[in-house]
T-cell receptor
Framework: GAGVSQSPSNKVTEKGKDVELRCDPI?????LYWYRQRLGQGLEFLIY????????KSGLPSDRFSAERTGESVSTLTIQRTQQEDSAVYLC??????????????FGPGTRLTVT | GENVEQHPSTLSVQEGDSAVIKCTYS??????FPWYKQELGKGPQLIID?????GEKKDQRIAVTLNKTAKHFSLHITETQPEDSAVYFC????????????FGKGTRLLVKP
């Protein structure tokens, strides 16, 4: 079946502009995560949505970052007044609870954001 | 909270040799440990995982071992091939909690033909 999709795949924007990144999770997956990955670095957690519960925003680096999710479907990550240090690949992942209680995460291909 | 350390950060092996990547974790409540492979320009892909009720799991050339007492787990790749070249990430998470996927910083594996 279809995996996690993200759009756009690449985004170049000027410093100070707002950007919106989109994530379409796997159908039926209740959990959705956003991560940031700087060049050559590991995965930096940003935000987590689980069903209709309040999202865990503890990883958002500043108030310029926000994310929304409608039910258990599409999510958008918005970065306002972009800065050059926002340049990174933004990865989305979704997961569902398996028998036994664990979760398996499936990642999208990412959106490469370049702020000039 | 959980902290995951991964070593080495880079690993270069000759084709056909074995590669081992090690991770340690701090939270004794963690009991699900996935490994991801990330190829250039792609998102991480789950390649193998292990739960705390077993000490080893194998899938063809890939195996993962877990030592809960010592709080470490390892990825073993045998008979490495050039297409194994990628960045590998380990993670740890408490069973039954949707979040708390704490990732290691990654290991860049290069398999030389």
């Amino acid at each position: 079946g279809a995996g996690v999709s993200q759009s756009p795949s690449n985004k170049v924007t000027e410093k100070g502009k707002d950007v919106e990144l989109r994530c379409d999770p796997i159908s039926g997956h209740t959990a959705l995560y956003w991560y940031r990955q700087r060049l050559g670095q590991g995965l930096e957690f940003l935000i987590y949505f689980q069903g209709n519960s309040a999202p865990d925003k503890s990883g958002l680096p500043s108030d310029r970052f926000s994310a929304e999710r409608t039910g258990e479907s599409v999510s958008t990550l918005t970065i306002q007044r972009t800065q050059q240090e926002d340049s990174a690949v933004y990865l989305c992942a979704s997961s569902t609870r398996l028998a036994g209680g664990s979760y398996e995460q499936y990642f999208g291909p990412g959106t490469r954001l370049t702020v000039t | 909270g959980e902290n995951v350390e991964q070593h080495p950060s880079t690993l270069s092996v000759q084709e056909g040799d074995s590669a081992v990547i090690k991770c340690t974790y701090s939270d004794s409540a963690s009991n699900y440990f996935p490994w991801y492979k990330q190829e250039l320009g792609k998102g991480p892909q789950l390649i193998i995982d292990i739960r705390s009720n077993v000490g080893e799991k194998k899938d063809q050339r890939i195996a993962v071992t877990l030592n809960k007492t010592a709080k470490h787990f390892s990825l073993h790749i045998t008979e490495t091939q050039p297409e194994d070249s990628a960045v590998y990430f380990c993670a740890a998470t408490p069973e039954g909690q949707g979040f708390s996927f704490i990732f290691g910083k990654g290991t860049r594996l290069l398999v030389k033909p």
